[in-house]
């Protein structure tokens, strides 16, 4: 077994995907949409499946705005230099919510940014995330 995709309800899919593409430097894997059913779906991640998990962006045609509730916690993503990468978000128009450094009463290096439909990302500092 292996974790596939992670899905997030959008209120504007190109936003979302310029987001993860432009911010964040993922690649737009594939889009479908289905106007019958009144959605359109874009697949975004590092590398697509089997080999990487993606996020799936769902734009349900009409909503542009999702409360995120109190079970949602955030989506994780290894880099290589959380200052650099935070350094770069920052540049390209990203929102850095927790300044880089280490976790509370540990020494791994982390920072979080947050997308344009509110959801949180965690960047964590991996040497084998280059």
Do not use: W
């Not at 350094?87 to 300044?99: A, F, L, M, P, Q």
């Amino acid at each position: 077994m292996r974790l596939l995709h992670t899905m997030l309800r959008v209120g504007d899919l190109q936003r979302a995907i310029d987001f993860y593409t432009k911010v964040l430097g993922m690649e737009l894997l594939r889009t479908t949409d289905r106007p019958d059913q009144k959605y359109s779906l874009a697949f975004v991640g590092y590398g697509s499946n089997p080999g990487h998990a993606e996020i799936e962006l769902t734009y349900n045609y009409g909503v542009d705005k999702y409360e995120m509730g109190t079970a949602y916690g955030h989506i994780a993503i290894g880099v290589p230099d959380v200052y650099a990468a935070c350094e770069r978000i920052r540049t390209s128009g990203g929102n850095v919510t927790r300044e880089p450094g280490p976790v509370k009463g540990g020494s791994t290096v982390i920072a979080f940014v947050t997308d344009p439909d509110g959801y949180k990302i965690e960047l964590i500092q991996r040497e084998s995330a280059a």
